[in-house]
């Protein structure tokens, strides 16, 4: 069985950077692509960031947010830099049956209980 959990997120200062960690028991991360999805207070879930095959970032995130893994550790990361009191949001990750680095949540099988990130102005 498939488990994700999350850590890193917090409270930080706009223009300030965190890094999440998203672990992973259960299969290798490596074979299979692995996102960051993001959602605020009263929104919808948002797609952030997927590594796969390759990598892909929402419009809102590419410059300041990377996405990396460790296949050693079975971890993936998301640095984030520049934050914004806009990025404030439980953020999530999840892992789907496909190295495809697809950016739709419905597309994914497996899902981790969220981090909150709150950013403040």
């Known amino acids: 069985q498939v488990q994700l959990v999350e850590s890193g997120g917090g409270l930080v200062q706009a223009g300030g950077s965190l890094r999440l960690s998203c672990s992973a028991s259960g299969r290798s991360l490596r074979n299979y692509a692995t996102g960051w999805f993001r959602q605020a207070p009263g929104k919808e879930r948002d797609f952030v960031a997927v590594?796969?095959?390759?990598?892909g970032y929402a419009d809102s995130v590419k410059g300041r947010f990377t996405i990396s893994r460790d296949n050693t550790k079975n971890t993936v990361y998301l640095q984030m830099n520049m934050l914004k009191p806009e990025d404030t949001a439980v953020y999530y990750c999840a892992q789907r049956d496909s190295a495809w680095p697809g950016g739709n949540e419905y597309e994914y099988d497996y899902w981790g209980q969220g981090t909150q990130v709150t950013v403040s102005s």
């Open positions: 590594i796969g095959w390759s990598t």
